[in-house]
């Protein structure tokens, strides 16, 4: 068979986008403790948007053995620690991490954790917005092994929009109006919010209604689908076609859209960011959602990695995502 019939017989099928398989349980894990993680911001300093990407990482939404069985959200293992305890193969088998009554003690003690080590002291003279910086400043003081630690946190919280709590404190805002001064310049609104200001759609001078937050990834727009979204909404709503849209995700124009999924508003680019070399597929991931999450075509993913169009993701399979 042809490689174009393979293709397509293969985007027939129903892909599940690669960061969304745990979508719903992540919306309930931030509707259930973005408030505690701006309690630990306004006592602590620590942007609320990095303590709940963390966490949701961390914890895989509130759904580890570490968070059912021991209200472990952050991983935190058990050096200096004289409560109690759980062992979990993590790292190596049978590692020992703390164990904690109650889900507020596992965010105290992530931000005396923080708080309270020398190598993270120079993430508290950031920002108190900077979200990017903490995420790779965590990264670079060895928070976690994982080389792509940084951009998963900061892919969690642009995608959730994870940064809309940064700003609800009254320390934050005292912190902002310091800054300010201090800089003669008045606060800058997020790079998100500047694009999506830029790229509204019009009609002539009136502008459509627009209910999606424009977002970027790989130097391409997309939105997050919510339920009801179809491509042809979508593309009405950015003054599109809905013939383009569909075929900008590489799918059929009357596909279904899930809540959740990543729709791109451009052509897709043929490989992944500088700084995403390679992924590790997990469970629950395909190799089209790998390419929605990335922003790459899925016939280039396919052909960079010399795999048949009509394969399939492997746990575990390390997929290249730049050539």
Known sequence: MTRVFWLLMLLMFPFLAFSQHGNNAYFAYIENYNKMAVQQQNEHGIPASITLAQGLLESGAGKSPLAVKANNHFGIKCHDWTGAKMYYDDD????????????????????????????????????????????????????????????????????????????????DKTKRRLFARKTKEKPQPSTIEEKVEDALPSNGSVYAVVIHQLMRVNGLKYVVAVEGDTYGSIA????????????????????????????????????????????????????????????????????????????????????????
């Open 92 to 171: 190596k088998k049978n590692e020992c991490f703390r164990k904690y009554r109650r889900v507020l003690d596992s965010y105290e003690d992530h931000s005396a954790f923080l708080k309270n080590r020398s190598r993270y002291a120079s993430l508290f003279e950031l920002e108190p917005t900077d979200y990017k910086g903490w995420a790779h400043g965590l990264k670079k003081a060895g928070y976690a092994t994982d080389p792509t630690y940084a951009y998963k946190l900061i892919s969690i919280i642009e995608e959730y929009e994870l940064h809309r709590f940064d700003l609800q404190s009254t320390k």
């Open 236 to 323: 009405d709503e950015f003054n599109l076609k809905a013939d383009d849209v569909a075929s900008y995700n590489e799918m059929a124009v009357d596909a279904k859209l899930k809540q959740g999924e990543r729709v791109y508003l451009q052509k897709k680019k043929k490989q992944a960011p500088k700084g995403f070399e390679k992924h590790v597929i997990q469970p629950g991931e395909s190799l089209y959602g790998i390419a929605q999450y990335y922003g790459i075509r899925l016939i280039d993913l396919f052909d960079m990695n010399n795999i048949p169009y009509d394969g399939q993701a492997a746990v575990g399979q390390v997929v290249k995502l730049r050539p």
